[in-house]
Each structure stands twice: as structure tokens, then as C-alpha cells.
């Protein structure tokens, strides 16, 4: 009796030669190659996440850099710029600045302990404290911002929007560091 070979023909018998997947896999491959080393050229070696990392500093940085000077020339020193200056004449400037800076390190603070305060060490026995302190303190945050929302909707909605999109990109980078 004769068996089947391991290629599954009868001995003797001739086998059509087709056209290999192989080859076409072979070829897919090599244009992979070829456009993934243009992307590397292009990016000059680095990677998504390294470039993605970089994209999130950036961000971070103008957003901090705004901030600054959305304080200092919108609010101290009174510039008229569209759409950043308030609606009203503040009156009081120092008191429009210390109640942007204090919405602003609250958001920051906010942020940071939701999101990196579990590291921390004064929540490495129960890191679901950070949320419960980020939470104390962003209602304290809006019970500060609802206080003050008659005299300074326009510096406290433009600061604290600063800070947390500044807070969020900075942190989340930093997280994504290897």
C-alpha cells in the first residue's frame, strides 16, 4: 500500500508548481521595511512614544507660558487682548491675580494628586487616598471659583483652563518616560 507523502502526494507523482504565499509575504515584508525606515528617517530614529512624549512637553509648555502671561499682561498690567481680556474693567487687579493664582495652583494640585499622587508616599498605604484628597480640594477649588464668579468669571475660567490642560499634558508625559 502506498502512503502519502508529507507534502500529501502519492510517491512518483509530480507536483504542479504553484506560486508561493511565501513570495508575496517576502515582498509585503520588504515594503514594510522600506516605509517604516522612511518613517524612522523622517523622525529621525525615534519613536512614537518618544515624539508623542515630546508633543505633551510642548503643549505643557506653551499652556504654563500662556498662563504667565495671561497674569501678567492681562490681569496685572491690564493689556486689552481678544477674547483672553474680561468682558469688564476689573477694578482690582491684585485681587483678579491672587484669585487666578490661587484657582491655578489649586487645579494644578488638583490634577497632580489625582493623577501622580499615588506615588507619592504619604498614599503608598491606600493610593486611593489621592483621589479622595483631589477631590477635597478641586470642590474646594469650584466653591472659591462660585464665590468669586460675579468679579472674575473671565480670569478664573481662563486660568484654571490654562493650568489643567498645562497640568494634564505635563503629567501625562512625565508618565510616559521609560
Known sequence: ???????????????????????IRRENESELTKTSSSAETWTNG?????????????IAGVGYGALVVYLVLVIHQKMDIPILSPNTNIS????????????SAMVFITIWVFMSGKNHSFFTDDPDKAKFWAGIIGLVSLVIIATSW????????????????????????SQMKS
Open 92 to 103: 482690582n487687579t491684585s485681587g483678579a491675580l491672587s484669585t487666578s493664582i490661587l484657582i
Open 150 to 173: 460675579d468679579k472674575y468669571e473671565t480670569v478664573m475660567t481662563v486660568s484654571a483652563l490654562l493650568t489643567s490642560i498645562s497640568t494634564w499634558a505635563y503629567l501625562r508625559s
Open 46 to 58: 525615534t519613536s512614537d512614544e518618544d515624539s508623542q512624549r515630546g508633543m505633551l512637553y510642548l
Open 1 to 23: 500500500m502506498d502512503d502519502l507523502d508529507i507534502d500529501g502526494s502519492l510517491p512518483g507523482q509530480e507536483l504542479e508548481e504553484e506560486e508561493s504565499t511565501e513570495e
